[in-house]
């Protein structure tokens, strides 16, 4: 199994930066790719981003341009910066893990709440 630990939410003003962690533990060798999603209050969850092992990154075109997923100093670590942020950010953000291992398909963090307000 593997275990996703979110850090890094909190309250921020429109137009600024913050930025939000997700650590993995457990069987963490066969990980491919590590992302987010978010869930608005009252509205579905929603993909965010991804890495995958080698780099490669994708992003909603909500956040394109605003957001950086990277990897962060210890394998089993992503970082989302998120950057200019808007009311439309505030959000649940899920940390999810995709592993090889067919036993452990994908995983999810407990979340972490941003909240974008003057």
């Known amino acids: 199994q593997v275990q996703l630990v979110e850090s890094g939410g909190g309250r921020v003003q429109p137009g600024g930066s913050l930025a939000i962690s997700c650590t993995a533990s457990g069987n963490i060798d066969d990980i491919y790719a590590m992302g987010w999603y978010r869930q608005p209050p009252g509205k579905q969850r929603d993909w965010v981003a991804f890495?995958?092992?080698?780099?490669?990154?994708d992003y909603a075109d909500s956040v394109k341009g605003r957001f950086t997923i990277s990897r962060g100093n210890a394998k089993n670590t992503v970082v989302l910066r998120m950057d200019s942020l808007q009311s439309a950010d505030t959000a649940v953000y899920y940390c999810?893990?995709?592993?090889?291992?067919?036993?452990?398909?994908?995983?999810w963090g407990h979340g972490t709440q941003v909240t974008v307000s003057s």
């Open positions: 999810y893990a995709d592993s090889l291992d067919s036993n452990v398909g994908e995983s």
């Open positions: 890495i995958d092992l080698v780099g490669n990154t």
